[in-house]
């Protein structure tokens, strides 16, 4: 698969083209609505997401409610275009630390830090999310769910404990904070209205699981092809994403080798091999264990700030504080929704790969018969092997 | 650039190709077997490590000591594989929790687990190291440095302070756990020996810095083009690295926006943008700011134990405890120059497509004119733009 | 760059995102428009080409005119989409020999043939044009001109002889065939109108020039950076080419090696290495020569033909003859501006690789200092080498 | 599927990383050095050809004499290595037309032309027809045969009449110029004979076929995926290729729509959709048909003739006569494993995306369950269908 976008902030549009789905998968807008409009929910939005309302249009790749195999296009027009249409809009000459523009000026060779702003805006995750809602819906035809939730917002860490899985996404999904635990959701909740309050932005993590994976996804051949690797790409080219760790990599960093891993046990009543937990975060050498993969993405806050900072303007040469411009007060419940759309994104990909396949029909035939964690499926030969002969003969 | 190795653990010999390079860089073997040899340091590491004392071999694209443009190839010979050759040797069929003993069983419908190992063992960071080692000589030639060190090793964290960047890299490379700071490297000292004789194994935090770096490597143009997506994808590959942050990314998400970001100043003597801070990690919007490059990787404890963990027999379907494979028991010193190779690879190819070319000579001169975060380099025209004209018909 | 397409022949339209534009380039949709007219000129087109009247609008990448160094968007609607909105479209199960329906059927499991026609249409080449447009204009600022003319129409050969290039593009673009040579204009209007006449349709050949290319663009490195074999694959990859040659290969392969290449002259005046031949076409070794880049496409007549052909139907298990599917009778003047996008698509990439950088300014300058076919530009230092030291310890 | 080389005509050794195999595949390393072996063959031959008797080592990808999924490693030492190793080289100063010394000087500046010609040389396809052994094993696996012959050397063109393909293909391996028909290859002999005593060079037409193809491999989706472009790639990608066309695609040019592609008949006994004509050369839009795939290069004479041919010495700026480089006089037939090796190489790699899966056990399965063309396979759902909703509401 390829997936690429292109459009401004506030040109006339977003577009996606994804590209290396299979025929036959049943396809409209409104899946793919359903996802831009989770995306623009969340308390803590600016007023830009009010604006926004997002409808994609399929431009290509679908006939008929169903995918053809061709690459898809979506289009999704900016609504707000239209009020920059042939308006002289004052030069911004005053780069924001921890946003793209002084870079991207220094690259370009820009004489007006828009440029830069307009494509590196987070506004450009509404094509991902786009491309991310079929990549989830063409899972879920192989009942793979890809789900998110916020697991801290500033200094709010929230605590999931044993809750399943599954009831984690869907508590998270019902509240404005998207957090899965009532007593951080409205701790939160208060902490965002304190940032708006005192013209601060809040970073946060959030958590993307996805379930019912089957396992030998991905591959430990050649080391850009590790879904490690891949997961690790997708996630951190995220505008805000930082950081990102599969599992609890940074507090398994600190635990000895014989309590780091995840003990293989056997189901004894199906053959199946079974794992109680689940550190590894769904991947063991760069491949699906079968087990939930469990990504975890360090955002940071929002650059822009009404509080302003200390910055230089480039046309006068003088310090002085930033501007601002319209922006969210924390984006980490919205961003939950762009986090499982890459997600979503490597993991289809990866089971493309293993099923290879131009057409739906072959595809769901062929899942059914992949070797999966269970006796049955992995006969030993229980021989001594020479594995290099002598002599080099090979 | 291309980097794609070959080999197994136990095999004839590793093989790395790298691609893209100019011609005109002077190189020799001996710049390689200098990171080989760095890799091959360390207390932690177990008795294979003596045996590797491994020796590159340059096959193509040098000639005359300089390259010429042309794939470069590099072998490393297995010094342990003669004992391999023509030995029928005992079937593994008992995974390792931790390791992608089951996972590449189940992709692949393996009857023994070794040749899964053979291949997912860490071994292959050699060839990396290799072509990390060209990487790193490349940077050089422009004045870019590449330097790392252990940050944590098990529950020890070092505490660099405000001790200044190229003086940790140094302190470090004088010490066997790789740890700039003196009353940590002594803590680390001991709880690495204590994990060999309690039979476990440690993993750890490393921290890569680029120093030197020019502003404007990178793009935010297309999501797979940033350099956080790239550098997450280059340090994540690497076998027991399961998180990895750029600067403080998992701190900043937890503190408010007017705190998490990089004020931008004026050093009015030369008109220099510089930057007190680096929380951003030497980037932003997937672009260099021309601030150090921070890589910080969490890397799992080594999943082979003396202590055995729980598994199952899949040749007679018993729970059974894991057996030993010869691993080492603390491989964070040893990975520095891993994690190190990867950066390197990264920043490299960024670059090399900033800069274009085909020989040294037309690189260094193009670097000299690069635009650098400086007022001189940003002329801002300071007038309206009209950026969408009225009608669409741009 | 990468350039990727989506959309089909009736659906609402046509999208392309061209990546790896530098910023700074001026654009707007007029020069992409010029080549969408171009491509829609020419007598033995179809009723098909009179509705098109394609009209691109540019959705990202371009702000206040010029390039950003973002991918660009271009649309082109379908303008007689809006007849199949909502229609209810009879099946097609007849597949037409020499199209794309029988062979998409089966790989896609399509239960009426109609979404692989629309995909493999040629309808998708006005994409490629648009793209090609940018990258022509991209080319002029360097003084690079692409163009091409029609060399046969079915049994017509068309006699250059020894047309100055230029002129052979000038002449071309005044007719409707696309002929450069008076003579043969005639002939082939006459031959097309007959084969309109005759119910049939015809193939042809096609020479597409790029002048005043730089010497050293593209690779020998590797296979697959070779420009033969990128060009090769751009221009075999148009809907009906099923033939390539650079220069006049298949002619050479007929010649003895002493009259088969072109002699290195010096031009004492100013020291340049020229050419009085071009055999080559302009390649040796996969890299440019300086001189003109001549490729030339052998065209299949179009499948659809008003006279109908033997097939089956597919519903009923019947020999049938083909229907009727709107389309050219004969598409090769049309053809040209198709050939030329192609073959400026990898030109450009390969200029871009030479030249890195990310804005015109930063190019334009760079491109000045490129060494050329000059004895100046080629000291050799007379001395014998030693390439490969004694002992192995390279 | 990846393919890279390196390594240079007289350095240590070639290398060949292949990536992408499945794993299961017996393997070793007489099926290399067969094809190995098959490219040193032929009169015509320079003295080179005598020393080579090149002998592949596998250095990783394979266990216990099958694959397992890793990257394949592929060494092939240059046994005349030694001989340069120490030894100072004189300089060579005077480019030869038609070989790529003077346009690798351009783009790299070397100031001695034998790094352009150490890389450039064909030397290198030995490497690649190692590769390619190992992809025609793997489609030998599924029935299917990859194997080519001479049509033409210099102005001796072959007449294959209506010989079976597989005839073909046996009776040119019987003989020292790899020619089908027992009367051209008595006349290309003697003519081959006759450019060794006139000191000049052969060029030659090779046609490759691929035989018990399945249909539906390729794809139509984007222009890059394409078969056509693909082969056209990896076959102009050979050193001396300079042309292409799949089946008569120039002569087809030449011939009206009626006449130019391969009806459709049903075979009533099995319900085969059949093809009596093979014009297309397998191919319709860009997707196997499952007919004969027929690839045909156009090989340029080799440039380097005992004939001097006129040059310039760029250290002394004098035009001299070029001087001679040991080479071959007429390298087609030897060329023939080269391009069979290009066309395994595609077609390997568009069966494991049509196929996915991990192991030959997985493959061999699948490949039994492909739709192929029959009509049994194709059931057509004979209702109108509305493909786009009123409303653009898709």
């Not at 828009?114 to 450009?124: F, M, V």
């Amino acid at each position: 698969m390829r997936m690429i976008t292109s459009g401004e902030s506030h040109g006339p549009a977003l577009v996606t083209i994804l590209e290396g789905l299979p025929a036959g998968l049943a396809l409209d807008q409104g899946i793919i609505n359903h996802e831009l409009a989770r995306r623009q929910r969340g308390i803590g939005a600016g007023p830009r997401m009010r604006i926004e309302q997002d409808e994609a249009r399929i431009l290509g790749g679908v006939m008929g409610g169903v995918t053809t195999g061709a690459p898809l296009a979506i289009l999704i027009p900016n609504r707000d275009h239209k009020k920059w249409q042939g308006k002289a809009v004052e030069p911004l000459t005053v780069p924001r630390p921890g946003h793209a523009d002084l870079a991207t000026a220094i690259k370009y060779g820009y004489r007006d830090l828009r440029p830069g702003l307009e494509r590196a805006s987070a506004r450009e995750t509404a094509a991902r999310v786009a491309a991310g809602a079929v990549c989830k819906h063409l899972l879920s035809q192989f009942g793979m769910i890809v789900g998110g939730y916020v697991t801290a917002v500033g200094e709010i860490s929230v605590n999931v404990g044993e809750m399943p899985y599954s009831e984690r996404i869907a508590r998270a999904e019902a509240n404005a904070v998207r957090c899965p635990d009532p007593v951080s959701e409205n701790a939160i909740d208060a902490l965002i209205r304190q940032a708006i309050t005192g013209k601060d932005t809040l970073g946060g993590i959030i958590e993307v699981l996805a379930l019912e994976v089957p396992a030998g996804l991905g591959s430990n051949s050649q080391w850009d092809q590790r879904l490690d690797a891949r997961l690790g790409a997708a996630v951190l080219s995220i505008q805000s994403v930082k950081g990102i760790e599969l599992g609890s990599a940074f507090e398994n960093a600190h635990i000895p080798g014989t309590h780091a891993h995840d003990p293989i046990r056997l189901e004894s009543a199906n053959g199946e091999l079974i794992r109680p937990t689940d550190r590894s975060g769904g991947l063991e050498g760069g491949i699906t264990t079968g087990q939930p993969l469990i990504v975890r993405a360090a955002l940071k806050p929002i650059a822009t700030t009404l509080t302003p900072q200390n910055s230089v303007d480039l046309a006068t040469g003088l310090e002085v504080p930033t501007g601002y411009e319209r922006s969210d007060f924390c984006h980490v419940p919205r961003a939950v929704p762009v986090v499982e759309a890459m997600v979503a994104l490597v993991l289809a990909e990866a089971l493309l790969e293993k099923l290879g396949g131009d057409s739906m029909a072959d595809l769901l035939l062929r899942y059914k018969t992949l070797r999966r964690a269970r006796l049955s499926d992995l006969p030993m030969d229980g021989t001594p092997h020479v594995f290099w002969p002598a002599g080099g003969s090979q």
